[in-house]
């Protein structure tokens, strides 16, 4: 009998996060509304006399101040609504404020606008002159600096005003392969385990792609792969309209090419990203060992497409309720020392968690806070080894953040992207690596195994496939070619031929499988992920080897917000992401998983 899903107010409030830290009651949250109002309207006077501000520094403060200030409020309420929204999206009061806030940061943005153009009318060196007289103002120097790096490539106000209402043509072929993938697509039904017909979609695809029946794994990816063919050539269309897009607007904003354009963010180096592609080039031999395994594991003459996502081993075999999980997060994490451990604690005792599914709950984990809140997680927690992993995991991203608000100012609290993943996945396989030292349940340290050559498997080598085909369709587009359907699927299948080799069958349907990838309209995005776990391994690695030294680090490194760019935060822990070692760190931390699931297996 299903067991019927709880209501928000059946949840009992100790498995809730506690937001009324942020604000006791909506009319607080509407006092800060208004006053947020009131604020913005406050830029009109600044725009109408501009042209004085660039040669008085205590109104030049005075407006940067306030820029600041008015995000900062922003957030704030921002983070108040969304929280309680992702909590019960039935909700019909929070889904009004999420409304009201969209017109606020629309607002801002149209009053505010003008400020960088402005700015773009002088040089950093008379801005930092300038601070000999407003000290305060220096308080913004990240913001200068960044604002002046991308002058070269900031157009005049009347180009930049055509481009910004260009926006909404652009994002037309995201959108559309959202709506064909999302809404209009259908699949043929499939036969499952029992015998009976069920309807095949996007989201349960993973349902059955993993079932413990080969057959259903055959027919869900032929069922799969049949109707992407069928749309391909408008895939292919809309796929070259995106790239063919951030190509033109790269020779625009003079940028040597889209993948520069795409990195110059976060300051990242092309050579950063062609390591990663190179060095995982130059180890495949570890990925094509690990296929072995899955083939001689599974007992399959043939190894297929179809078989690489079905688990080696029965991976529920032990429960872990959230008071044990909350417990081996706490002893895994307790390496990183005292304070480390103190701030944890906090997150636990002042209800940053907001623990169990409930009607209208938004599905998956995140964690999610400002700077006037505190760092809240989501999670929908189901009492399985990857609930008490995704624990470990979120507690990654909050302590960063926590480190990173109370070390820093707002100007530049909020840490890059690019290094976002790394703390989280750093407390997720030191989690992982105390299981594996404490348990002697030979299951549970299989399921733990399985789940580590899970996560090397989909990050390391298939992130960095999908990273050099995105390279490789960029570069064709800026040499001329047209990406028709049959370049962009020979491409996709040659990529797959390499990194499957020979023990694999590279059944001829994967040549469509790019269509189904919505990372390929992110930008240059996919490659982060495995940057962010080979840093990780490369971090838990000097963490195990107890170095004191090395723990002062990292937590220096947490603390570090945006005060520098991300390839530089991350020498601060010793890590230089133009050395091959690093990425070598991660494929090595693979292989010798792969030799520990296989003694321990065959024990």
């Not at 749309?231 to 090419?257: C, E, Q, W």
Request: some cysteine.
């Amino acid at each position: 009998m299903a067991i019927l899903e709880k209501s928000r107010d059946q949840i009992d409030n100790k498995y809730k996060w506690d937001l009324s830290l942020i604000y006791q009651y909506n009319e607080e949250w509407e006092e800060d509304f208004k006053q947020i109002t009131n604020s913005i309207t406050q830029f009109k006077n600044y725009k109408q006399q501009k042209k004085k501000l660039l040669d008085d520094p205590k109104q030049l403060y005075e407006l940067i101040h306030l820029y600041f200030e008015v995000g900062r409020k922003i957030e704030k309420v921002y983070m108040y609504a969304h929280l309680n929204y992702d909590a019960d999206t039935n909700n019909n009061v929070y889904q009004t404020l999420m409304g009201r806030l969209s017109n606020l940061y629309k607002e801002y943005d149209e009053e505010t606008i003008f400020i960088v153009p402005l700015l773009n009318k002088t040089n950093y060196q008379k801005i930092k002159d300038y601070y000999q007289e407003v000290e305060s103002l220096k308080e913004y120097d990240n913001y200068f600096k960044e604002v002046f790096r991308y002058k070269k490539h900031t157009l005049s106000a009347s180009e930049e005003k055509i481009l910004s209402s260009l926006n909404n043509v652009l994002e037309v072929p995201s959108k559309t392969y959202s709506l064909l993938t999302d809404t209009d697509l259908t699949f043929d039904p499939i036969k499952d385990e029992n015998g009976n017909e069920v309807p095949l979609t996007n989201s349960n695809y993973r349902t059955y792609i993993v079932s413990k029946d080969r057959s259903v794994r055959e027919r869900t990816f032929n069922s799969l792969y049949k109707s992407f063919n069928g749309v391909i050539n408008t895939m292919a269309s809309t796929l070259y309209g995106f790239v063919d897009s951030n190509v033109t607007m790269a020779k625009m904003r003079k940028h040597p090419s889209a993948i520069d354009m795409a990195l110059y963010g976060d300051n990242v180096n092309k050579s950063v990203y062609n390591n990663l592609v190179i060095t995982v080039s130059n180890n495949l031999d570890k990925l094509f060992k690990y296929y072995r395994l899955r083939k001689d594991v599974l007992g399959l003459d043939e190894l297929h497409l179809y078989d690489i996502y079905v688990d080696l081993i029965e991976t529920k075999t032990k429960e872990y309720s959230f008071e044990e999980g909350k417990k081996l997060v706490m002893k895994a994490l307790s390496l990183l020392g005292d304070d480390y451990s103190s701030n944890l604690k906090r997150a636990f005792d002042e209800k940053w968690i907001d623990i169990y599914s409930n009607k209208g709950k938004r599905s998956g984990a995140y964690s999610s806070g400002g700077y006037d809140t505190k760092p809240y997680i989501l999670l929908n927690y189901q009492n399985q080894l990857d609930d008490a992993s995704t624990l470990a995991h979120e507690l990654g991203h909050s302590l960063h953040s926590y480190y990173s608000i109370n070390n820093n100012n707002f100007s530049n609290y909020q840490y890059s992207i690019f290094v976002a993943e790394v703390a989280s996945t750093v407390n997720e396989l030191l989690l992982c690596k105390y299981m594996l030292k404490e348990s002697q349940d030979k299951d549970e340290k299989l399921a733990i195994l399985n789940k580590l050559l899970e996560l090397f498997k989909g990050t390391i080598f298939r992130q960095t496939m999908f990273a050099e085909y995105e390279k490789e369709i960029y570069e064709r587009c800026e040499k001329g070619d047209i990406l028709t359907e049959e370049l962009l699927s020979d491409l996709y299948f040659e990529l797959n031929q390499k990194y499957f080799g020979s023990d694999v069958v590279v059944d001829e349907q994967i040549r469509y499988e790019w269509a189904r990838i919505p990372h390929f309209y992110y930008n240059f995005y996919v490659y982060k992920y495995a940057t962010g776990l080979s840093a990780a391994c490369y971090i838990v690695n000097n963490l195990l080897s107890g170095s004191k030294d090395y723990k002062e680090k990292y937590l220096n490194f947490l603390k570090s917000g945006s005060r520098d760019y991300p390839i530089e935060l991350l020498k601060m822990v010793d890590v230089d992401m133009n050395d091959p070692k690093v990425v070598e760190s991660a494929i090595n931390m693979f292989d010798e998983t792969i030799d520990e699931f296989i003694k321990l297996y065959n024990s």
